[in-house]
């Protein structure tokens, strides 16, 4: 497959960064063994609001694109569910839905993986495929900001995978 070049693919990079991520949705259905102990009933949890920054970033050396990146807001609710929304620049919220996925802890407190999908429309409304975000999260230790790294699959609409890009993403708490 050959992927557009310049700027289109850091537009589409983006474009599809700003779903930031998503814990392994198969995964999610099978019962979590957790084999450490609990943390702290205190302890800060990704639980609540962020304002979210994502950049594109190359996957295979982990550098991450020199552009702004784009802004969306993401919301880790009780229970292990997160709602997302992000729009690239120059797009429209028209071409995307709201992303929708899974959360949860990893060992220790600061760890977390979510995964999340959404669905990509072109301008005149038709379906053209859809994008998961599979992520690997930590909050820092004050538990108002984290940085992710993510892989973001993009699907055509027969669902069959068309490129997968990577992105870096960092929050900060909404209060």
């Excluded at 802890?105 to 994008?131: K, L």
């Excluded at 599979?134 to 699959?153: I, K, M, P, Q, W």
Aim: charge should be neutral; aromatic fraction near 10%; proline fraction near 6%.
């Amino acid at each position: 497959m050959t992927l557009p070049k310049g700027t289109a693919v850091i537009a589409l990079a983006t474009m599809a960064a700003v779903t930031i991520t998503a814990s392994v949705v198969s995964g999610h259905k099978a019962a979590v063994q957790q084999s450490w102990a609990s943390p702290p009933a205190d302890a800060p949890t990704i639980v609540g609001v962020w304002r979210t920054r994502v950049r594109p970033r190359n996957c295979e050396t982990g550098e991450v694109a020199p552009v702004s990146g784009l802004r969306g807001l993401f919301t880790f609710h009780e229970g292990g569910t997160a709602s997302e929304y992000g729009i690239g620049p120059g797009q429209t919220p028209a071409l995307r839905s709201p992303g929708h996925g899974l959360w949860r802890r990893e060992p220790g407190w600061q760890e977390y993986r979510y995964a999340f999908t959404y669905y990509r429309y072109d301008a005149s409304g038709a379906f053209v495929g859809s994008q998961r975000v599979t992520s690997a999260l930590v909050l820092d230790a004050s538990g108002d900001a984290f940085t992710s790294n993510s892989d973001v699959e993009v699907f055509d609409a027969s669902d069959t995978l068309i490129m997968t890009v990577c992105a870096t993403a960092a929050g900060t708490r909404f209060e």
